[in-house]
């Protein structure tokens, strides 16, 4: 088998083009990476953008159907009335708050909980009795 002898020349070449191709198909490939993470980063604006479009259209449509029923007098004094607690002559308004409401239903849920760690210790406590009373047999 022969070698190949590659000349200085050759080497100079290979020395100069060799560096070149390598930043010039990084340079390529660092500009894809940016002009993805571009398009990626658009597309999930555009996807949020087009939400709340749509969310500010059913927000329109109420809008325009309060307007609506604005028009209509015994629907502003209804309104009214229960909003900002006007009320008629000889009417008595009581006002709750929303936050007792809110309360009742924390306490329910804590209630709620109690039952179920109560029965599930319940629960085991029944089957140690029997499991206890079934080895003794």
Request: a positive charge; glycine letters at 2%.
């Amino acid at each position: 088998m022969k070698k190949r002898v590659i000349s200085k020349k050759s080497k100079r070449r290979l020395m100069i083009l060799v560096p070149l191709f390598f930043i010039s198909i990084s340079f390529f490939l660092l500009s894809f990476v940016t002009s993805a993470t571009k398009l990626y980063n658009l597309k999930k604006e555009s996807k949020q953008l087009n939400k709340e479009i749509v969310e500010l259209k059913k927000e329109e449509q109420a809008l325009k159907t309060e307007i609506d029923k604005l028009q209509d007098p015994d629907y502003v004094a209804r309104y009214a009335r229960e909003n900002y607690l006007y009320s008629k002559d000889g009417e008595i308004v009581f006002k709750f708050n929303e936050s007792v409401k809110e309360k009742d239903n924390l306490e329910e849920q804590d209630n709620r909980f109690y039952y179920l760690i109560g029965g599930g210790s319940f629960l085991i406590l029944v089957i140690l009795i029997v499991y206890l009373r079934k080895k003794r047999k």
